[in-house]
């Protein structure tokens, strides 16, 4: 579904991680649904590469998104998005 950029995607990802948009969305409200697509992604642990794919934008546009999403959740340059997201419902 991700692959397909399918408009019920974000609904499907909601169903197998129960709980995950509301948490974001109650700690981070700030965030925007392309936000919330982006951190599915990360959830499904793809690749910059898949994402680069599924997406259809570029590398260095990931790269920035990654930059970006972590300014908006507050992370440290130290921290890892993907860790922490893999462990935000948990």
């Known amino acids: 579904m991700a692959r ?4 019920f995607f974000l609904a499907r990802f909601n169903e197998v991680f129960p709980g995950f948009y509301d948490t974001l969305k109650t700690k981070f ?7 919330f697509r982006f ?7 793809l690749t910059n590469q898949e ?10 546009t990931v790269e920035n ?6 300014k908006k959740l507050n992370l ?4 890892d998005l993907y ?6 419902s948990e």
């Open 39 to 45: 951190c599915a992604l990360i959830r499904l642990n």
């Open 65 to 70: 998104k990654k930059y970006r999403m972590k």
């Open 4 to 7: 397909k950029q399918d408009p």
């Open 51 to 60: 994402i680069v794919e599924f997406e259809n934008i570029s590398s260095r």
């Open 76 to 79: 440290s340059a130290e921290d």
């Open 29 to 35: 409200p700030q965030l925007n649904l392309k936000d």
């Open 83 to 88: 860790d922490w997201i893999q462990n935000l």
